[in-house]
């Protein structure tokens, strides 16, 4: 086995396990992930049967059936306790992790397959239905936990497991003659076997995720050949591109479709694109990436505007208050976004990474770590809360094996360069391209405020470049090396300092973090005229909570002051922002619904805004992120 | 025979016939109507088989077969055109509504009946879904067109046939035994027997006309019964609020359900009160006045939100480009208006009549006179037209009928006074309530201008009170007398001037008619922090006929300077707003979805706006009427 990644790929990332989080604003969030949310989610998924499922013990008319993507969900779970075993050690945890991989394992039958509800509910079924069944899916996440284990743990049983249902899959589908040529209805299998390949080597990995993602809208389609096989009558229920399936994958060009699927495809091309090289791929990506960000994006990183089939819908179609946004999807984005820093590390792709992780991703957690948003919107009436679980959990487990690995996309490695794109207080140990061992301590009270200290202590004097993000949220800023000011070569992003690096070097990077209020592009017809508020990278929002009269009912002076403010006892301590906002004088209303503007007389009141990320931790009542101008 | 109004109310209504039309707004769009709009709705209802329905030929397995309705859209083309034949002699069209109207009482069956779908389609199924059937609905309409002919023609053809009609509908429906105690789910023939109880005076047309009203919604409730008997499977589809069947009427105190029954409903009512001089029907009047009209009304006067159900939602729910806004609840509203209007004459009742007339009902037809909305929002992206023709053609219908009789809303009568709610240009002659002649000529070019010369000229020398209305829009005026200018006593909204007036003399009002802009109470979420323009009773919109960039995209600077100027050319010759509003410099956009606001560079823009009921008479584009402010 072997790591291809850094020899291959222009920067690699470092593991998150190589990155300890010190900071106030992620380590208590991990920390909560691991004392309550994962418990959380693990009592839900044992007493909702979907770990037990495992024991193959259904019987039917027994009342809940192994539902298709049960594996999936306790796949998650798996490898999001792994991941946090990886960076918090406890034998009880391991024993428990040690227990359900085995149970997972156990379920795996003589040829290989591995599936709950395809082994006892539906066995005559298997690879029946890819469009639908979800099958692949959960085998993809499945590896991914098998991965996970493996690196936190050391232990193969999972893995091998995987490595033989890999083997059956690739027994199963592909090109060749007596194969099925088809590719699951949900994506994740592919970036599952990137993964894989990127551990093992085994260009059968490799080959089989490439026959995945190239096969994929190919014609004749493969949904509709299978849905004529089943015997499906009527006519097509949903359109392809709700599977991005309508055409193969070098001729997307715009985001579109479930938003999930979509960001796990477009993540396992871009990864697939730097495996293979491939100039075609790239240029797609490059054109999926622009669709999706300069277009159909939320300022929050949210994707997937509308409930009805969770999808993208038409540029600049963003409504707030039905937002969809799905937790998952603002996850797979920031997937998206990850592989394709790696490429030529370009700000533009890590400030979308840090803008879903630090509102959209975020947001979709309670502070408590117990309850959980499946959709993010960027406006409610009061009436849109966090859940303990939901029938289709794929957010909660989405979020518990997300938030261990936060430390992960903080930096990246290339042949001569440490590239820092997140800051966070954090320690960092790392070897150079020449196995020279480094250690890089980030000081700061990022989010909350925008001065940064690296010391840099390489085991002997090193040079390389360091390659320091300026967010593209920052307009002005101010860089020092032990403590005298610098000019820095700016290249996509970064300021770049090239030097020999002495242990203990400390460089200062003073990112200016004013409150700015934003404008949405004029075509996004539910923003326009509106602004929002953000600071550094955090976006703000307005609750009732804070305010006398409804936010409903307040608008934004655009020239107001409004002031950053940290409290330490508001949401765990968070910096709000503090100014005046006007409302209309009510008593002018009272026999109104119509009046000239010279008319209604508008007062100030005072507003407060939080980070949108922490709204809905309080008392229930309406939330706005846009509000229109004063 | 008599007329009860005058002695019995406060106010009369000058009928439309003594007010001759002559000016620049409204005489050619009732031309319009005359030349165009009528043939073409007649020839609608003849090519759709609507007429020839009444020939009692349709055989089943013939398509369609006469729909449950189309008896109403008959009725009310013939009550359109008899309205405009009673101010336009015309031979061969008075020949051609006797000949139609001899054909509709030709259907009249021997027992008094008279409806084609339950004559011919389902003769069992008379009288056996009053909740759907419409069957009430049809036959107030043939009673309203039945009036009408009779009033323009003096022929009772169809007069006599709807009287024997009305007895028999006395003999099937009431409190006494063997009668169904039922009311149509469609209110319609309430207001109609109250407008034939004023022509005959027979007690019976008002007793029966009082059973509907108050049945309503009485328990056990009618609907749910008739539907047990019909043997009506599963839940109730429909709650009973839609049908304003969920209280009895005095209980009512929100306008709820769909819109165009409500208004009929509250019309009646409103009849039924000043009637009955019924303090407790007053009171619900006023209650059901103030939720449709102060928390429930778009600024063009249209009512009833949502498409789903047609019908009135929520307080202050009144989305922009989903609104239904339905003409002809827009119509309804005018006569509730005018109804409430003759009790006191209070200029609120007025004000609501004078914006729906001049904006969400006019909005229904082009300018052409050949297509009509059903549906009139305040935004469009482009794709909203009107067409020339529907299935269910209530608006068209109910447009024809109304236009003629415009002038009919700008006078009233009670002992002592006369009242001028309307300003146009028009040459009225009545009797004072002593008889004596008096001519009214208005000189203006209202709703252009705001300056109109009243000369009155009685036969003899006359004390009454003049009463001026001055319109909620206007914050400044002046009056004269014979050029002296004189103050007058305000009482409800209207200058009151008490004197003996001589042949001849001219009172000048002068009404300040600047442009204005609007704000909407701030529950109105949907406007929130927009602004309207409105100048005199017009409401005005942008259109993309009239701008380079979208108007979807063109915000409104609130001290912006905004100037009438009429073109003679534009519309056929309207006062549009010329100025500058502001967009964005697209440029900044070309690589950004999200942008601080000092860094999107605003730029002016120049911003013409139009009346909105001429909206869609030119290019396909989109309309705003709410703009955000700058």
Redesign the interface.
């Known amino acids: 086995m072997r790591d291809s990644l850094r020899s291959r790929f222009h920067f690699t990332p470092l593991p998150f396990t190589q990155v300890k989080v010190e900071d106030d604003f992620w380590a208590p969030r991990i920390a909560v992930n691991r004392e309550r949310s994962l418990p959380a989610v693990y009592h839900q998924l044992k007493a909702g049967g979907r770990i037990d499922a495992f024991r193959l013990d259904w019987t039917p008319g027994t009342e809940p059936a192994p539902h298709i993507f049960w594996d999936s969900d306790v796949a998650k779970w798996v490898e999001g306790l792994s991941c946090d075993l990886a960076l918090h050690p406890d034998p009880e945890r391991a024993q428990l992790l040690g227990e359900v991989t085995s149970l997972i394992a156990s379920a795996q039958q003589p040829d290989g397959y591995l599936n709950v509800h395809f082994t006892v509910v539906e066995p005559k079924g298997r690879w029946s239905n890819l469009r639908d069944a979800h099958e692949l899916y959960c085998a993809g996440h499945l590896l991914e936990a098998a991965l996970a284990h493996f690196r936190a743990t050391g232990k193969r049983t999972l893995l091998e497991a995987l490595l033989r249902y890999v083997g059956h899959i690739d027994s199963v589908f592909g090109r060749e003659p007596g194969k099925k040529r088809g590719y699951c209805g949900h994506e994740e299998i592919e970036l599952a076997l990137l993964k894989l390949y990127r551990l093992t080597g085994d260009a059968a990995h490799l080959r089989l995720a490439q026959y995945f993602l190239e096969e994929r809208g190919q014609e004749p389609n493969y949904f509709l050949r299978e849905a004529a096989a089943r015997g499906e009558a009527g006519p097509v229920r949903v359109p392809l591109d709700y599977y991005q399936a309508h055409l193969p994958i070098r001729e997307h060009s715009e985001a579109t479709g479930h938003a999930v699927r979509a960001m796990y495809l477009y993540t396992a091309m871009a990864d697939l694109a730097r495996e293979a090289n491939d100039p075609a791929l790239v240029a797609a990506c490059g054109r999926l990436w622009e669709s999706a ?3 159909r ?1 939320y ?1 929050t990183g949210g994707v997937g505007s509308s409930a009805h089939g969770e999808r993208f819908t038409a540029d600049y179609d963003l409504p707030n208050d039905t937002a969809y946004a799905e937790t998952c999807a603002a996850i797979g984005l920031i997937f998206f976004a990850h592989r394709l820093l790696q490429r030529n590390c370009d700000g533009r792709y890590a400030d979308v990474m840090e803008r879903a992780l630090y509102n959209g991703v975020l947001s979709g957690v309670s502070l408590d770590g117990e309850r959980f948003f499946y959709e993010n919107p960027l406006a409610s009436n009061g009436s849109h809360h966090r859940q303990g679980w939901y029938n289709c959990a794929c957010c909660p487990t989405n979020l518990v094996r997300l938030l261990p690995t936060v430390g992960g996309y903080a930096y990246s490695l290339s042949d001569g360069a440490l590239a820092v794109h997140l800051y966070l207080q954090s320690e960092a140990r790392l070897s150079l391209s020449d196995g020279l061992p480094l250690t890089v301590r980030q000081e700061t009270r990022y989010p909350w405020e925008g001065s940064v200290r690296l010391t840099l202590t390489p085991a002997a004097p090193a040079e390389f470049t360091l390659r320091l993000r300026i967010p593209g949220w920052c ?1 002005r800023y101010a860089l020092a090396v032990n403590d005298t000011s610098v000019k820095a070569r700016r290249q996509r992003g970064y300021a770049c300092l090239t030097r020999t690096w002495q242990p203990g070097d400390a460089v200062t990077l003073d990112l200016a973090m004013p409150v ?10 539910h923003d ?5 508020l953000q600071r550094g990278p955090l976006v703000y929002c307005l609750e009732d909570a804070d305010h006398v009269v409804s936010v ?2 307040i ?1 934004l002076r ?1 020239n107001a002051k409004l002031s950053p403010r940290f409290d330490p006892n508001l949401l765990g301590g968070v910096v709000m922002l503090e100014g005046v906002g006007q ?2 004088d ?1 008593a002018r ?1 009272e ?7 010279t008319r ?1 007389r508008p007062r100030l009141t005072p507003l407060r805004a939080i980070p949108y990320c922490l709204w809905d931790n309080r008392a229930p009542g309406a939330m706005r992120v846009w ?4």
């Open positions: 960000t300069l277009r994006m300022l307009r700015e209020s934003v404008e949405a592009h004029p075509g996004v017809r326009f005229g509106r602004l929002a409903a009912q608008a655009p409302e209309t009510p209303w026999k109104a619904l119509y009046l000239p503007r209604s509000l229109p101008r004063a």
